[in-house]
Nanobody, 119 residues
Framework: QVQLVESGGGLVQAGGSLRLSCAAS????????MGWYRQAPGKQRELVAV???????NYADSVKGRFSISRDNAKNTLCLQMNSLKPEDTAVYYC?????????????WGQGTQVTVSS
């Protein structure tokens, strides 16, 4: 079992920056990809950014050019640098880690960290 612990959320004014971190512990092997998702009140959880074990990144259109995802494979840590924050970025942000065993995959989630952007 993998444990994911997020940190770095908080309250920031529009235009400001925050840096989220996620530390993975436990049986964190066969990691295929890690990423950040977010869920705003009344909305579905959505992908924010993902990075594969090979370093390929992908971002939601709404955050391209503002957010940057990075990963330390040796330490099993994941970061999300968020710049030029907007009120619409307000959400609970979740760390995600996908493990792959042959043709099977398994999803692990953190407990979430609140990000609030005031206008």
């Amino acid at each position: 079992q993998v444990q994911l612990v997020e940190s770095g959320g908080g309250l920031v004014q529009a235009g400001g920056s925050l840096r989220l971190s996620c530390a993975a512990s436990g049986r964190a092997f066969s990691v295929n990809a890690m990423g950040w998702y977010r869920q705003a009140p009344g909305k579905q959880r959505e992908l924010v950014a993902v990075i594969t074990s090979g370093g390929t990144t992908n971002y939601a259109d709404s955050v391209k050019g503002r957010f940057s995802i990075s990963r330390d494979n040796a330490k099993n840590t994941l970061c999300l640098q968020m710049n030029s924050l907007k009120p619409e970025d307000t959400a609970v942000y979740y760390c995600h880690l996908q493990q792959k065993f042959g043709s099977m995959s398994y999803d692990n989630w953190g407990q979430g960290t609140q990000v609030t952007v005031s206008s």
